[in-house]
């Protein structure tokens, strides 16, 4: 039996090149799970295992492994950083107990940074921080803490502070301990020696103790008490407070250190066992019986019912799809009959596996508080819900961004052409943030994603993975579209036969709504207008025709709907007959209603040398970007602006171009504004 209180489920997130691979290889190595520490750089990388994050050197999968540290089992998913592959963070949020999130030292709070922060917000998440990269010119650890006050409203809680001279790194003060920490780098950081703490870091060592035992007095009783009264107070007290308050996300410790340099990772270790949570430390969780439809909890204990989360599906070369789960409750074995929710059916499990990367262990059994892979199960969609049969629990699935980007995929043969569409159907079983349909005017196949890394990704493992040839289009913009005037319409389907008729009225108010506010319908219908059945009915037909927009054929967003009247017949009215109704009066209003277009809108961080900011500038201008704020970091400066997507693409070749390579940069959507009216138009 594993003891729970000696399990960690831990991630790793934060912007793309913080530094998480890095941290993850090394601590897979200061923990004894690999014998050679790989390096992104050179493709060589445990947990970057797929062909193109190897050749790219970045991560584009979640990536699973164990290992162990001070007789602590920590099951680790090391997430990319780039914005198109956020879903992999998304999912695996939803299961982890704990999170390190890491942070340049130079680039301190970037975008990225701050999606994944809001995810963790999300999910209630508990973290410590790591600053990462101490080692590189630019380096400033307390710049970091002021943006993490800023930008993330974060209460950062100091525990350790660096020692660091002209943008070098020698070693860290431990602020709990109140000792110096240096790494031997012969060998490779494996050793570190504890010295008194330097006479020029005295002082602001004492300041962040003071601030940390304040942070702690406002949070426990007994501390508060020992601090005023000025008492010491014993380093085993200071630990257990923070544990509790990191549990409670009453506050955040930070680290610091340097993973390429092999500085830090063994104290972020002990960190990690230390103030994370194990399944234990965290409520029980929280579903839904299907069969009663009330809430019920499962306790993380071997002895309840069998339940887990489906947080992930990927397509195994050998086993075809197979699932990673975490186990809430009670245990599995191979043959077992579960519960699969929501399709409400039985499915015996095939093999249990734990992954280490790309690489496979048998198990006989998968228990609560593991992160693991299941065979076998017919096919299955990311957050569905495995429980035992006498006990139905259905969990909270996952809500995942729309695509903004799409393009039209063509195969190069008839060959391909009938490998394609099972293909297809495979990678959006695995990213549910991937989508393909049919153009029915074209008969093209459009796939869409979250943008052009992603899609470029998409159709090289068609042709890696599943041996598919074929080629895309220039990306397009996904597009939507709203009113600008509040219009009043009515849409009556009326038909009668020679049997049983047809007769639905619906009357509508449609009012323009904020951005990002998606479609509201209210129903402010008096009693007996429309009988209550019919209600949903209309709703569904408002929604189906919003789907497929009505002046310019993109989606509708940002629209308040009021249902206000109609007339139903007492027996030639049904659902059919007020959803038509409802898409005719939405049609029918909504051309009346001033309508526009609504591009995606991107917000785009560059940091550059000062040589290049004025060719920089220049470039977002010429592309009708619009410049938000330049910050001043050292050598280098960090512009944030906002651009269309339509005009981003092929935004990464040109920075190059002007910049001379020096030049980097992140995009994120962050919302749709009008489409301005001088552009050529689209449709």
């Not at 600053?131 to 100091?158: C, E, T, W, Y």
């Amino acid at each position: 039996m594993i003891d729970l209180a000696k399990i960690r489920n831990i991630g790793l997130a934060a912007h793309i090149d913080a530094g998480k691979t890095t941290t993850t290889e090394r601590i897979l190595f200061y923990s004894g799970r690999i014998r050679r520490m790989g390096e992104v750089d050179d493709g060589s990388a445990t947990m970057d295992w797929m062909e193109q994050e190897r050749e790219r050197g970045i991560t584009i999968t979640s990536a699973a492994t164990t290992s162990y540290w001070r007789s602590y089992r920590i099951n680790i998913i090391d997430t990319p950083g780039h914005v198109d592959f956020t879903v992999e963070v998304e999912r695996s949020m939803k299961v982890l107990d704990g999170l390190i999130a890491i942070f340049c030292a130079v680039g301190g709070v970037q975008p990225q940074t701050e999606t994944v922060w809001r995810q963790a917000d999300k999910y209630r998440v508990p973290r410590i921080a790591f600053v990462n990269k101490m080692d590189r010119v630019g380096a400033d650890f307390f710049r970091v803490l002021n943006q993490m006050k800023k930008k993330i409203s974060m209460k950062p809680l100091v525990l350790q502070i660096p020692i660091a001279d002209h943008d070098r790194f020698y070693g860290l003060v431990d602020i709990v301990k109140e000792k110096a920490v240096y790494w031997e780098e012969k060998t490779l950081g494996t050793e570190f020696r504890e010295e008194e703490i330097p006479e020029e870091y005295r002082e602001v060592t004492e300041q962040y103790r003071n601030e940390m035992l304040e942070m702690l007095a406002e949070y426990d009783e007994d501390i508060f008490e020992s601090y005023f009264g000025e008492i010491a107070i014993p380093v085993d007290k200071i630990k257990e407070v923070i544990r509790r308050g990191t549990i409670n996300l009453h506050f955040f410790p930070v680290f610091c250190g340097t993973a390429l340099k092999n500085m830090g990772v063994q104290k972020l270790l002990d960190g990690v066992l230390d103030f994370l949570p194990s399944p234990i430390d965290l409520p029980p969780t929280k579903g839904i019986n299907p069969e009663t439809s009330k809430e019920e909890t499962r306790k993380p204990s071997a002895e309840a019912p069998f339940s887990a989360l489906l947080f992930k599906a990927q397509t195994d070369p050998h086993l075809g799809l197979i699932y990673y789960v975490r186990i809430y409750s009670g245990r599995v074995e191979c043959g077992d009959k579960v519960l699969v929710y929501p399709p409400a059916r039985v499915d015996r499990i095939g093999r249990l596996l734990l992954m280490h990367a790309n690489k496979r262990e048998e198990a006989e059994s998968l228990t609560v508080g593991e992160i693991g892979v299941v065979t076998g199960l017919r096919e299955c969609k990311t957050g569905y819900t495995l429980c035992s049969k006498k006990h139905p629990i259905s969990y909270e699935s996952m809500f995942f961004p729309e695509p903004v980007i799409f393009v039209s995929l063509e195969p190069k043969t008839k060959m391909d052409d009938a490998k394609l569409d099972d293909s297809l159907k495979y990678l959006q079983i695995e990213d549910p943030t991937f989508k393909v349909r049919t153009d029915e005017e074209t008969a093209q196949r459009i796939i869409s994603g979250m943008g052009e890394l992603h899609l470029e990704i998409i159709v090289d493992r068609l042709k890696r993975e599943f041996g598919v040839e074929c080629h895309a289009s220039r990306p397009q913009v996904s597009y939507r579209e709203t009113i600008t005037s509040s219009v009043t319409a009515e849409g009556r389907f009326i038909k009668q036969t020679g049997g049983r008729g047809h007769y639905g009225v619906v009357r509508l108010k449609i009012d323009p709504a904020e951005r990002g506010s998606g479609i509201n319908i209210e129903s402010k219908l008096k009693e007996g207008v429309i009988p209550r059945q019919f209600v949903p009915a209309i709703e569904q037909g408002i929604r189906e025709q919003a789907e497929v927009g009505v002046y310019f054929g993109y989606p509708i967003i940002d629209i308040n709907v009021s249902i206000l009247d109609g007339q139903h017949h007492p027996t030639d009215s049904s659902d059919l007959d007020f959803k038509i109704a409802a898409q005719i009066a939405l049609r029918e209003g909504f051309s009346r209603g001033g309508p526009i277009l609504l591009e995606p809108i991107m917000s785009l961080e560059i940091i550059v040398p000062q040589d290049y900011l004025g060719d920089v500038i220049n470039d977002i201008n010429a592309r009708k970007g619009s410049i938000q704020n330049i910050e001043a970091n050292k050598q280098e400066k960090i512009v944030d602006a906002t651009l269309a997507l339509a005009k981003s693409f092929g935004y990464a070749t040109d920075l190059r171009s002007i910049t001379q390579g020096h030049g980097i940069h992140t995009m994120q959507f962050s919302h749709y504004a009008p489409k301005e009216e001088k552009e050529e138009r689209i449709f």
